[in-house]
Structure formats: structure tokens, C-alpha cells
């Protein structure tokens, strides 16, 4: 295992009761369901990390952002650990565009009764350990 825990920071862009998914490709988790997000920069804020990858995989500015959750995720097979923290923003127009098409196939909105799978591991976690959240959007 990698000696180091990461710090990833996943948005949820909600907007019509459906949040954003991409279908990672290129990476861990790959061929997975995830929300807009990577690492954390040294010295940058967690509402900052939000809105840099959202713009960098979807070309979407977000604001609104608010704390969600964290989980701990352990990727047994690529030998990694994370610590993924949750936030919530908004970004009432425009359309995601694969912007990063090494590292997403594509974009989609979704209602969280009608999620794709499978999803990437820390947003199974995050519904696992906070049921009440598939009635959020």
C-alpha cells in the first residue's frame, strides 16, 4: 500500500434534483460513476479545490459551496488511500463538457433513485454511511 493518505475534495452539483456524474476512465476507479473532484493543492482552501476541478473536467463555474461529508476510502486493488471531503455547490446554467477526455468519458445528470453504476467507491461510501442523503437533491 502507498505510504501516503491523499486528500481528494468531490463536488455534487446539484440542479433540477439531479446531481453530476462522469464516467472515470484513465485512473483509479476507472469505468466508475463519480462527481467532479481530484486532489487537494497544498495551501488551497477546500471550496477552492471545488471549484478548480469542477472547471477543469466540466468547464462549470460553482458557487454556493457548502460541507457534506467525508468518507475514508481504502482501494484495496490500486494499493491507495483517501480521505474524500464531500461539498455541495450550485450552478444554475451552462452544460458539462469533457473537458479532461483522458481522464472522463463523459457527463451526465442524474436523479439519486436513478444512479448509474457502478459508482466510484468514496460516493458508495458517502451514501452508504449517510442514507438520508438520496433524498437531498
Not at 37 to 64: N, P, Y
Not at 107 to 124: N, Q, S, T
Amino acid at each position: 500500500m502507498n505510504k501516503e493518505v491523499r486528500v481528494g475534495v468531490a463536488t455534487v452539483i446539484i440542479r433540477d434534483g439531479c446531481i453530476l456524474l462522469g464516467e472515470r476512465i484513465g485512473s483509479h476507479g476507472s469505468h466508475t460513476w463519480a462527481t467532479p473532484g481530484g486532489h487537494l493543492e497544498l495551501g488551497e482552501s477546500i471550496e477552492e479545490c471545488a471549484q478548480r476541478e469542477a472547471l477543469e473536467e466540466t468547464g462549470l463555474v460553482v458557487d454556493s459551496i457548502t460541507k457534506l461529508g467525508f468518507t475514508n476510502d481504502i482501494f484495496e486493488k490500486e494499493n491507495k488511500h483517501y480521505v474524500t471531503l464531500f461539498v455541495v455547490a450550485s450552478c444554475p446554467t451552462g452544460e458539462p463538457r469533457v473537458a479532461e477526455p483522458d481522464k472522463c468519458k463523459q457527463w451526465k445528470w442524474c436523479r439519486l433513485d436513478e444512479l448509474p453504476h457502478p459508482l466510484f467507491l468514496p460516493l458508495i461510501n458517502l451514501l452508504e454511511e449517510n442514507p438520508s442523503l438520496k433524498g437531498f437533491a
